[in-house]
């Protein structure tokens, strides 16, 4: 499966918003069908299921979905540069990603935990700490 990605290339800029958005939902059904193959390679059976990594795919997707590109050409077209360049960093991401570039705990921190799992807690620092190191740690986080 990971051979597959290897032959994926980022097509020139898009002639409309609307190839733009065709290529969007290309690149979210490519990620898709390679959920089975990430799951295989860092073994994340464990820890989450296809779909909960399909919905952080999408939601990654969504965080995006305000970017219309208002920039006009001359000619009153819109360009959807800014469409075109996030894609390319999606599709240089799926690709490491499937071809193993990144190590498990890349794509735990990433893609399977939540915001809350990574936050520090403050709380524990301050057990039996002085008045300097309680101000640092205020101060640093």
């Known amino acids: 499966m990971a051979s597959t990605m290897k032959y994926v290339r980022v097509p020139p800029n898009s002639a409309s918003l609307a190839e733009a958005r065709q290529r ?39 965080k ?25 960093k999606g599709t240089e991401e799926l690709c490491n990603i499937v071809e193993h570039s990144k190590q498990r705990h890349h794509i735990l921190g990433q893609y399977v935990l939540n915001r809350e799992d990574r936050t520090h807690d403050i709380g524990n620092k301050d057990q039996g700490a002085s008045d300097f190191l309680k101000s640092f740690y205020k101060s640093n986080y």
């Open 64 to 88: 995006n979905a305000h970017i219309t590109n208002p920039k006009m050409d001359q000619l009153q077209r819109i360009e959807p540069d800014v469409i075109d360049m996030l894609l390319f």
């Open 24 to 62: 969007v939902f290309e690149f979210f059904k490519t990620a898709c069908r390679s959920i089975p193959s990430i799951m295989e390679i860092y073994t994340l059976d464990d820890v989450t299921s296809p779909s909960q990594l399909r919905s952080v795919i999408s939601s990654e997707i969504r």
